[in-house]
């Protein structure tokens, strides 16, 4: 099921972007930390950067691992509030 939803994440509709975070941080799948982070710093759409963050928070620790990793390779933008 998450492989399916993952796919959302490359869709060209911004609302089905932000509801693939959104569904996944709810479904509590962290195998899809790594796509999350990507999207919380590379997204084009700032809705979608904040719903794949939020996603990432809602995960946990794992979540906040995968950001920091991140920003020690040099991705900057990312703010856990």
Do not use: W
Request: net charge negative; hydrophobic share 40%.
């Amino acid at each position: 099921m998450v492989d399916v939803g993952l796919e959302y994440l490359e869709s060209s509709s911004v609302v089905e972007r932000e509801a693939c975070c959104v569904v996944l941080g709810l479904l509590g799948a962290r195998e899809s930390t790594e796509e999350l982070a990507f999207a919380a710093q590379t997204d084009k759409s700032p809705v979608v950067r904040r719903a794949a963050k939020e996603a990432l928070i809602l995960l946990g620790e794992e979540g906040h691992h995968h950001q920091l990793t991140l920003s020690t390779h040099g991705f900057q933008g990312l703010t856990v509030n």
